[in-house]
């Protein structure tokens, strides 16, 4: 199973970006996916989360602003950011419990990809 995550960039503040991570490999199921971000020096923290039954939930400082969502379909798990602040500057990532068969889930991480806001 491989998570990629793609669509980060440089962005105004008040502007918006969507994220997508697409999951590829042998996948029987999705469980909870999630969003994180890592800031420079900083540590990494949840963004938001999705359940397997497609529940949302998101940190303070995002509400309002980011929705994640799931295409079961596409394998695919979705950030759609708007107002961004400069302080969403930061490498996200998405992360993944996902079932290979009908027994067995393990928890899977995607590479980073870089947003930047700034004028």
């Known amino acids: 199973v491989q998570l990629q995550a793609y669509g980060g960039g440089l962005v105004q503040p008040g502007g918006y970006l969507r994220l997508s991570c697409a999951v590829s490999?042998?996948?029987?199921?999705?469980?909870?996916m999630s969003w994180y971000r890592q800031a420079p020096g900083k540590q990494r923290e949840l963004v938001a989360r999705?359940?397997?039954?497609?529940?949302?939930t998101y940190v303070d400082f995002v509400k309002g602003r980011f929705t994640i969502s799931r295409d079961s379909a596409k394998n695919t798990v979705y950030l759609q950011m708007n107002n961004l602040k400069p302080e969403d500057t930061a490498v996200y990532y998405c992360?993944?419990?996902?079932?290979?068969?009908?027994?067995?889930?393990?928890?899977?991480w995607g590479q980073g990809t870089q947003v930047t806001v700034s004028s």
């Open positions: 999705i359940t397997g039954g497609g529940t949302p």
């Open positions: 992360s993944g419990n996902i079932y290979s068969n009908s027994y067995s889930s393990a928890n899977y």
């Open positions: 490999g042998s996948i029987f199921g999705f469980n909870t």
